[in-house]
């Protein structure tokens, strides 16, 4: 099993809709969280840090569920240019060396 | 806002040649990583370095060496290259222990890798 797992889609979603996926981590001793966005072949541009409060960013939310070891995106009000694969990131901390460990990503597809 | 620069952008190699990848982070980031990501895979964990030490090794192969300047620039030097080393390399930049945001991760636009 994967240490942190990603629904691999493809989420297709109307222009304007809503979408939310979540990303799961096995290790319950991870410490931070990320939402990336990667576009074909390009690096991964951070979009989001996920905070235990949740947090939210425009169209944007985020959660973490420690107790259930996962974290969400949300997108609102969709929009054509959010297509793109959504890599989740853990970092287990400075006693592992702060690597990120990604999901496979989700990806999302938005149609007009 | 100054990104993480890495050259070359492209890079075409023979199997068994050598290749080197170089990484300028981000200013007063101090702590650089690589990782690999192949056709169809998510970025896997390489090697970092803190304060031009190596703070974590991950699936490198012993073929592969990478270092960390003063200047805080990093280079990963990969010899012997095979078919299976095509790939895209990026390198992220952090704070290290420095500032509330160290543990995030900027990413560079990569070095696409073919041997051939």
């Known amino acids: 099993r994967k240490e942190v797992e990603q629904d691999p889609g493809p989420f297709n979603v109307p222009e304007g809709a809503t979408v939310a996926f979540n990303c799961t981590y096995s290790?319950?001793?991870?410490?931070?969280f990320f939402w990336y966005r990667q576009d074909c072949r390009k690096e991964p541009k951070l979009l989001m840090s996920?905070?235990?409060s949740g947090n939210e960013d425009g169209r944007f939310t985020a959660q973490l569920n420690r107790a259930s070891q996962y974290i969400s995106l949300l997108i609102r009000d969709s929009k054509l240019s959010d297509s793109a694969t959504y890599l989740c990131a853990v970092n287990e901390g400075k006693a592992a060396g702060n690597k990120l460990t990604f999901g496979g990503g989700t990806r999302v597809l938005v149609k007009p | 806002a100054a990104g993480v620069i890495q050259s070359p952008r492209h890079l075409i190699k023979e199997k068994r040649e050598t290749a080197t990848l170089k990484c300028y982070p981000i200013p007063r980031h101090d702590t650089v990583y690589w990782y690999q990501q192949g056709p169809g895979q998510d970025p896997q964990f390489l090697i970092s370095f803190y304060e031009k030490m190596q703070s974590d090794k991950g699936s490198i192969p012993d073929r592969f060496s990478a270092q960390q300047f003063s200047d805080y620039h990093s280079e990963l030097n990969m010899s012997s290259l095979e078919l299976g080393d095509s790939a895209l390399y990026f390198c992220?930049?952090?704070?290290?222990?420095?500032?509330?945001?160290?543990?995030?991760?900027?990413f560079g636009p990569g070095t696409r890798l073919t041997v051939l």
């Open positions: 996920v905070y235990s």
């Open positions: 290790n319950s001793a991870s410490q931070s």
């Open positions: 992220a930049s952090s704070l290290g222990n420095r500032g509330r945001a160290w543990d995030t991760q900027y």
